[in-house]
């Protein structure tokens, strides 16, 4: 059994220059691992049709875009320590150093428990008692308990020491989910033997649409969504929801000459790309403002990052143009 070593960057691990107890470390300080910018635009989770419950669920086999594992959380030791590290090279493997020995560091155990099953199976949850596995400890030199510690490509990236907010926590499980899109990982978890997903998760806004009724619809999304802040249905829900409501009453021939005549409007810009998106013509939409973004500056420029990215969120998170948009979009950005 081999512990992978901490990187020799300073700041990296949890002695001095690490986070102190009890505070998160910040994206683009020390303690991320280089090559992973967690300040970056954050993911807005699954596409809508992510199972319920986390990881991407059926009781057949994993689909070519998804990695079997046993559960979304389970315990690692210092025997199943590689088998985790192998599986950071597919997804995300966030890790919970505490120990058995001392209750107060069990408290963050439930919480975690609780995000990594709205995660959508974009992470899975490892669970280390260091009273039982020292080895693990000292390779990530930590000296405070709890410590939440990613690892995305076998590569560790600190996160917090101590108890943190249940909304913080999700703030950087969706960073995590980013840094791993931007690291090259598009897979979920999947676990065999789960129930298969039974229809929409949100019925009652399905009806509502098929009725043209936008604002009973919307207002079910934005209920489910209170109540569960991590739920990526209800988030593209309203997403998509704004974008047929701006886009209803829109000529498309009037739009499109609108653009064509005024290149540099940002406004044209964005009515021509909402009827790109609720016409199919996904990459053309973005394609058309990120261009647009890389010649505008100050309150244009965000207003057209901002509306791109509720459209990476109308067309879903995980699709394959959002993911190769946002990393353009990271380039025309910085």
């Not at 199943?80 to 597919?90: G, I």
């Not at 260091?130 to 308990?145: C, D, E, G, M, R």
Request: proline residues 7%.
């Amino acid at each position: 059994m081999t512990i992978p070593q901490q990187p020799e960057h300073p700041g990296h691990g949890q002695q001095a220059g690490g986070p102190q107890a009890g505070q998160p470390n910040q994206p683009g300080q020390p303690g991320a691992q280089e090559g992973l910018d967690l300040s970056a635009v954050r993911g807005h989770g699954a596409s809508a049709a992510s199972a319920p419950g986390g990881a991407a669920q059926s009781s057949e086999a994993p689909g070519p875009n998804q990695v079997e594992v046993p559960a979304l959380a389970f315990e690692v030791n210092e025997q199943t320590f590689e088998s985790a590290a192998r599986l950071s090279m597919e997804l995300p493997v966030v890790l919970v150093l505490y120990s058995g020995q001392q209750p107060e560091s069990q408290k963050i155990l439930p919480v975690m428990q609780k995000v990594i099953e709205d995660q959508a199976g974009r992470a899975v949850l490892g669970l280390v008692d260091v009273a039982t596995s020292p080895a693990i400890q000292q390779a990530f030199q930590v000296q405070a308990l709890p410590t939440v510690v990613a690892v995305i490509k076998g590569q560790p990236v600190p996160l917090f020491q101590g108890m943190q907010p249940e909304a913080q926590i999700r703030q950087l499980f969706d960073q995590i989910a980013q840094a791993a899109s931007q690291a090259g990982l598009h897979k979920t978890a999947w676990v065999k033997g789960a129930p298969g997903q039974q229809g929409p998760r949100h019925p009652e806004a399905l009806e509502a649409l098929e009725a043209g009724d936008l604002d009973r619809a919307e207002q079910v999304y934005k209920n489910a969504l209170a109540e569960s802040p991590a739920d990526d249905e209800a988030k593209a829900g309203i997403a998509r929801v704004g974008l047929l409501r701006r886009t209803r009453d829109k000529d498309l021939a009037a739009v499109r000459q609108a653009a064509a005549d005024n290149p540099s409007s940002v406004d044209a810009a964005i009515d021509c790309a909402d009827l790109d998106v609720a016409g199919g013509h996904v990459e053309d939409a973005f394609t058309r403002l990120i261009t647009l973004i890389g010649t505008t500056a100050g309150d244009d420029r965000e207003k057209l990052r901002v509306h791109l990215l509720d459209l990476f969120d109308a067309v879903g998170a995980e699709d394959a143009r959002v993911v190769k948009a946002r990393g353009r979009l990271m380039r025309a950005l910085f």
